[in-house]
């Protein structure tokens, strides 16, 4: 929904990828009571790599908690950063299309996963 006025072309498109990413790390925050934490920090704090000591859980294995974790993480170093941090105009309509469908495809992981305190 943020990412939407940037594919009907009122925006450039590196605007869809900064917005995906920043929903991402606003939900994560949110679900894992992240206070101030941003980036890559904030996603260990809510995905920790050991399941059992994470404040979010995704169903599943371990091994797919962990996943998720490093994807999340790998987002956040790859494509937040750099959104975020300087002007980046290298993306293509379908890349930015790419990028947005699968931070929500992530959302919907981590909408299912379990919430410790």
């Known amino acids: 929904e943020r990412c ?3 594919f009907s072309g009122k925006g450039p498109l590196v605007g ?3 917005q995906a990413t920043l929903v991402l790390e606003d939900r994560l925050r949110t679900i894992g009571n992240g206070g101030d934490k941003v980036g890559a920090p ?3 704090y809510v995905l920790a790599n050991e399941q ?3 404040r979010v859980q995704i169903k599943g294995s371990a091994e797919e908690h962990e996943g998720i974790g490093h994807i999340c993480r790998g987002l956040v170093l790859a494509f937040r950063n750099p959104t ?3 002007v980046a105009d290298s993306y293509s309509r379908e890349d930015a299309l790419k990028v947005c469908a699968f931070i929500d495809t992530l959302l919907s992981v981590i909408e299912s996963a379990t919430v410790h305190p």
């Open 4 to 6: 939407a006025d940037v």
């Open 16 to 18: 869809a990828i900064n």
């Open 42 to 44: 904030l996603v260990s």
């Open 52 to 54: 059992a000591k994470s």
């Open 84 to 86: 975020h941090h300087k």
